[in-house]
Nanobody
């Protein structure tokens, strides 16, 4: 599976962006899709993930209520709608695909993901 993230850019605080993650290859619907981010000088952190079958979503506390993850299996694409953006949301955002997981408790663990996109930069100005 190859992943291509897009949709990043410069936005003012309070604004919105929608990131997309297009996947090539078959069986997109068999993967849990996740979004992570890495700010300058910081470690990569979990943002959100979406279950492959039920579409149930999971979020980091820092984005809950502001970000929405979704997927369209027919288009092999996952999305991250980001609203009420804050300067602290500034980071490179990566999408990732997870093939096997025992349960949702591992969705936040970047090391569990099998495939990664190249990242897209989101900059939020104050």
């Amino acid at each position: 599976v190859q992943l291509q993230a897009s949709g990043g850019g410069l936005v003012q605080a309070g604004g919105s962006l929608r990131l997309s993650c297009a996947a090539s290859g078959r069986s997109f619907g068999n993967y849990v899709m996740g979004w992570f981010r890495q700010a300058p000088g910081k470690e990569r952190e979990f943002v959100a993930a979406i279950n492959r079958s039920t579409g149930r979503a999971y979020y980091a506390d820092s984005v809950k209520g502001r970000f929405t993850i979704s997927r369209d299996n027919a288009k092999n694409t996952a999305y991250l709608q980001m609203n009420s953006l804050k300067p602290e949301d500034t980071a490179i955002y990566y999408c990732a695909a997870l093939r096997f997981a025992l349960d949702s408790g591992t969705y936040h663990q970047s090391g569990k993901y099998d495939y990664w996109g190249q990242g897209t930069l989101v900059t939020v100005s104050s």
